[in-house]
């Protein structure tokens, strides 16, 4: 890893369990394919998720909040990084890892004395160097060795981590074919799914593992989080759960909330109100610990919601267009939300785009650690949106998808999209369905943000070449 060195601010060491002064404590919270529309704050006829509405009512709402990426990998490079994922090499699910050469937002908060835990789905490399041992493809299938990257060779102290996808319900169990019209070669319900649960070096866990799978998760990060509070530790976790992603499978209890809807929508509700239940479990258990008022609690989802046609993905983006793999805004728009009670005293809403790659410098902002001076940064501190100091946003967006075939720029205003097929320019404060497209009637525009796009994509290209 490249050495980089850091201006260590004087912090008053105030120990975080007992006061809102000091180092906050984190946690990035986040879903798997759940869509912009896919929360009753957002206004879902049906789906209930009371406690992801009390935080809207409660804390900051992002209405412009996007994935780094239209699908899951490369977004969560760009959570733990900053940047966007093609710098290093995370182009598609299951393609290239969280390389060495990079900085990892646990690096940094080691350096600040933080405890740090991720749980839930990885998806940023290999856990296990076995060929096999995974339901894997792509580079993960190919080259296990070359792309073993697990947490704890990351600097996360605690991990109760994935590979990639397991069921919603019964993580371990593979769920048999979930459509109408089952195939010879399917797999048999009641085996082992394919996917483990490791928390180290070939320790795979097999108990407390049946049920919600948000609950199985949660079972590992709140006695993560007890322990940081009893040692006066700050702490930063990684919650990030696998609801709503197929196999989309509810439980009983859940699924009875729904009885009146189609069976496809039982289920897929009904994993997503039981997630919301265990984020309402990990903000109870904050106020309990005495810790809520400097811990700052940020949710989103990787992209949007996964097409409509599969079994039982009935998900929303709402009105707006493209799904998981767009990068229209249906595809990258996702649920965005904060609460942190220390700086932020009451609901506000915050209409400038953010994204994903802006948590690491936020984050090292609220420290008042500056960034690492040895690379570009594709994020911004959110902090002056969070206070509510500034209202647009001056740095762009960048998207890539396709392997770099598509394109998109994303201003406080307009957003462009190159594509072989023609360029798109949409107004998305007037226009977020991306309904006109505005080529021919702003050719200003177009042109200044076509050349401000290329430049972008050209650098980070120049530095995936160099990725090994």
Known sequence: MKIFSFILPLLLLVPAATSGAGKPNII??????????????????????????????????????YAGAAMCSPTRGSCYTGRNPYRFGITFA???????????ITTVLKKEGYTTGHFGKWHLGTLSKEKGDQKRWGTFAKEPVRYYCPPWERDVDVSFVTE???PTWDPLIDPGPLKKKAKKNDPKPGNAYGNDYFSGPGQKVTENTKGDDSRVVMDRAIPFIQNAAKDETPFFAAVWFHTPHSPVVGGPKYRAMYQDQPEPAQHYYACLTAMDEQIGRLRAELKSLGIAENTMVWFCSDNGPARQGPPRHVGTAKHLKGYKLSINEGGIRVPGLLVWPAKVKEARTVSAPCFTSDYFPTILAALEVPLPSDRVYDGVSLLPFVTGEQTERKKPLGFLNKDGKESALMEQRHKFISRAKGDELYDIIKDDGETKNLI???????????AELAKWKAGVMKELKQVP
């Open 28 to 65: 990035l919270i986040m879903t798997d394919d759940q869509g912009w529309g896919d929360v009753g704050y957002n206004g879902h006829p049906r789906l209930k998720t009371p406690h992801l509405d009390q935080m809207h009512r409660e804390g900051v709402t992002f209405t412009r909040f």
């Open 440 to 450: 021919a009637d702003k050719p200003e525009v177009a042109k200044r943000m076509e």
């Open 94 to 104: 299951m393609k290239g890892m969280l390389e060495p050469t990079e900085v990892p």
């Open 164 to 166: 990639s996808k397991v």
